[in-house]
C-alpha cells in the first residue's frame, strides 16, 4: 500500500455522526496521520492529526469537541468520528501521512503521502 486509503463516507443530516477510517499499514512506526478536508470552491483545510508512537493529538479549532481521531494498530487504520455536524462540515476528507514526526501540524505542507479522499455530506 503506497497511501493512505479513506473509507467510511456517506450522508448525514445536521446534528448527525458519522465516523469515518484510514487505513494504514505502518501505524506501529512513528507517525503524523491528520486529516484534512476541502469544499467545493474552498481551500483544503487540516482537522485533525495523531501522533502514532504516543496517540498525542491535535484539533483544529473549528471542530474542537465535535471531532475525535484515534488510531487502532490491530485494525491498520486511524479514525475520526465526527458528532453534531452541520451543513459547514460538508467537503470531501482526505487522509494524510508523514514519517517520522512526533509533533504533529495542521499545515497540509508536511505531509507528503495522500489519499484519494472521501465525500462526507451533511443536508436534510
Known amino acids: 500500500q503506497e497511501h493512505p486509503v479513506e473509507s467510511g463516507g456517506g450522508s448525514v443530516q445536521p446534528g448527525g455522526s458519522l465516523k469515518i477510517f484510514c487505513g494504514w499499514p505502518?501505524?506501529?512506526?512513528?507517525?503524523?496521520m491528520a486529516w484534512f478536508r476541502q469544499a467545493p470552491g474552498k481551500e483544503r483545510e487540516a482537522v485533525a492529526a495523531i501522533a502514532t508512537l504516543n496517540g498525542d493529538t491535535w484539533y483544529a479549532d473549528l471542530v474542537k469537541g465535535r471531532f475525535t481521531i484515534s488510531q487502532s494498530y490491530g485494525n491498520h487504520s486511524v479514525a475520526l468520528q465526527m458528532d453534531s455536524l452541520s451543513p459547514d462540515d460538508t467537503a470531501v476528507y482526505y487522509c494524510?501521512?508523514?514519517?517520522?514526526?512526533?509533533?504533529?501540524?495542521?499545515?497540509?505542507?508536511?505531509?507528503?503521502?495522500w489519499g484519494r479522499g472521501t465525500q462526507v455530506t451533511v443536508s436534510g
Open positions: 494524510a501521512a508523514k514519517y517520522g514526526a512526533a509533533i504533529c501540524q495542521l499545515d497540509r505542507a508536511e505531509y507528503n503521502l
Open positions: 505502518l501505524l506501529q512506526f512513528q507517525y503524523c
